[in-house]
């Protein structure tokens, strides 16, 4: 026989026990969403492609920027569209911003300077796509292709809606991230993508930003 205190702590604990189930039922669904998008290729005409960026040394794109590239090379040689956007700033004693290296190494195989679109201020995805967003906006640009990893593509695809844009993603298949190697990745984007659909990715972002 259950005591005056027994009844509600057993009702708290099947409460507990119910959210729990729930924030990994959440976990779950959204992680395979993350996977699914991560196997979409949405090749159309677009008013650009935006390539998000990625470390550079010395102005030389890293493995992983320069298969982000090579992929938008590609589409651009489709004419799905005549621009491409270039993202990334740079980190603290850096000469060269992540863009401004994705632009000499599309410059030097045939992309005229005309083609090509610098954001140069973004410290994350977040910021990438919101300075890409408004330089795209105030050409009347709202279509986008958005290259990056597979893994990164539902919640880029998520931040471009959030910013105004119509997304679509085309991520790059030569990426030097592979295999088990991509695993914490999935497992970020699987937090960042849970929590940025609740509360949006402005303020996770801002969130993140506040804690370091």
Excluded: C
């Excluded at 040394?57 to 298969?67: K, Q, R, T, W």
């Excluded at 195989?109 to 994350?124: K, N, Q, Y």
Aim: hydrophobic share 45%; proline share 6%.
């Amino acid at each position: 026989m259950l005591g005056p205190v027994g009844a509600p702590l057993r009702l708290v604990r099947r409460v507990i026990a119910l959210l729990l189930g729930a924030i990994v039922l959440y976990l779950v669904v959204t992680a395979f969403q993350v996977w699914q998008a991560s196997r979409r290729d949405q090749v159309l005409p677009v008013s650009a492609i935006v390539v998000l960026g990625a470390a550079q040394y010395n102005g030389v794109p890293s493995p992983d920027l320069a298969a982000r590239l090579d992929h938008a090379l590609i589409l651009w040689r489709q004419k799905l569209t005549s621009t491409i956007v270039v993202t990334g700033g740079k980190e603290p004693g850096d000469v060269y911003t992540e863009a401004s290296a994705g632009s000499r190494y599309l410059a030097a195989r045939g992309v005229p300077a005309a083609s090509i679109l610098e954001e140069t201020s973004g410290r994350d995805s977040w910021e990438s796509l919101e300075s890409a967003a408004t330089i795209l906006r105030q050409r009347g640009d709202r279509t986008v292709l958005l290259v990056s990893d597979p893994f990164h593509d539902e919640r880029i695809s998520l931040m471009a809606s959030e910013l105004g844009l119509t997304p679509y993603v085309s991520p790059t298949r030569t990426s030097p991230i592979r295999g088990s190697t991509r695993i914490p990745y999935f497992a970020k984007e699987t937090l960042e993508v849970s929590v940025g659909r609740i509360i949006g990715f402005r303020r996770l972002v801002s969130i993140e930003h506040l804690v370091g």
